[in-house]
């Protein structure tokens, strides 16, 4: 079963306004995020962008850019425009900020929807080392089921204890593991068709998350595991974390694959 990863970039991010171009280790950062993700098990890689200069700077590297309208309102519409046209069964939304994205955590989030084909949707989670934070709300809980299918995300700690514990210094003090919702998806294409012709409800407006859509549709999300820690790049000061993850990684590859062509796959 075929897979397609569909990177949404755009220029105005307004903590960080150019950042899919922001140089890392002396490329694009979106330059990087393809090429992580074409060492995954997927049969193409889209960069989705209503920016001429992104898909101009995409192309010059061998990536292939699909442009798009200029008024989506997030990533997840952007990604269901290019997906309408796709033959592939299952789209993957990874972020183009994600200089350092493992293709162990894309193969994760595919392979649960190869394996059930009644599972419309997969992210992935990690466990939180940081006791300080549970309580940051920038930082999105998770918490599943037996059959490791989300029960909630938000943005407040979750599962809250009403025990003294949960205030402790030390962690987890409460006796469970806390978990940080890590955004990649893998949707079943015909699901996410629907999903975004659905309105937002009630609760996604309240935390701001979009996954709580899903949920409220009455559809199954697999939790999977990280393998790796992974750092988005929302400001310019994440750039050297982000750089220090990635040449641990590129130590890790070896060089016939680290080394592969930058050509454009079809």
Not at 107 to 117: I, T
Not at 139 to 148: G, H, I, S
Not at 229 to 242: K, L, M, Q, Y
Request: include cysteine.
């Amino acid at each position: 079963m075929s897979a397609t990863v569909i990177i949404p970039a755009r220029m105005a991010a307004s903590r960080f306004p150019g950042k899919p171009l922001a140089t890392i280790l002396g490329k694009p950062m979106i330059e990087w995020v393809v090429l992580r993700c074409r060492m995954a098990a997927v049969s193409r890689v889209i960069v989705a962008t209503d920016s001429p200069e992104i898909a101009d700077v995409v192309r010059r590297f061998g990536g292939e850019v699909a442009l798009t309208r200029g008024d989506h309102e997030n990533g997840t519409s952007r990604i269901a425009e290019v997906a309408a046209d796709l033959d592939d069964d299952i789209v993957v939304n990874v972020q183009g900020d994600e200089p350092a994205i493992h293709p162990d955590d894309i193969n994760a989030v595919v392979q649960p929807l190869r394996d059930h084909a009644a599972l419309p949707m997969a992210t992935l989670a990690e466990p939180i080392a940081n006791h300080t934070d549970v309580f940051d709300p920038n930082m999105v809980k998770v918490v599943w089921d037996q059959n490791r299918h989300a029960l909630y995300f938000s943005r407040a700690p979750i599962p809250y204890t009403k025990h003294d514990g949960m205030q402790a210094p030390t962690f987890p003090a409460v006796g469970h593991r806390y978990y940080r919702h890590v955004g990649i998806y893998a949707y079943r294409k015909s699901f996410l068709l629907d999903y975004v012709a659905r309105p937002a409800c009630d609760l996604e407006r309240i935390e701001g998350l979009e996954q709580l859509r899903a949920l409220h549709m009455g559809a199954s999300i697999y939790v999977g595991l990280a393998s790796r820690p992974s750092i988005g790049v929302d400001t310019p000061a994440d750039v050297p974390r982000a750089e220090n993850l990635l040449r641990t990684y590129l130590a890790e590859t070896a060089p016939s694959t680290r080394n592969q062509p930058t050509t454009e796959r079809r």
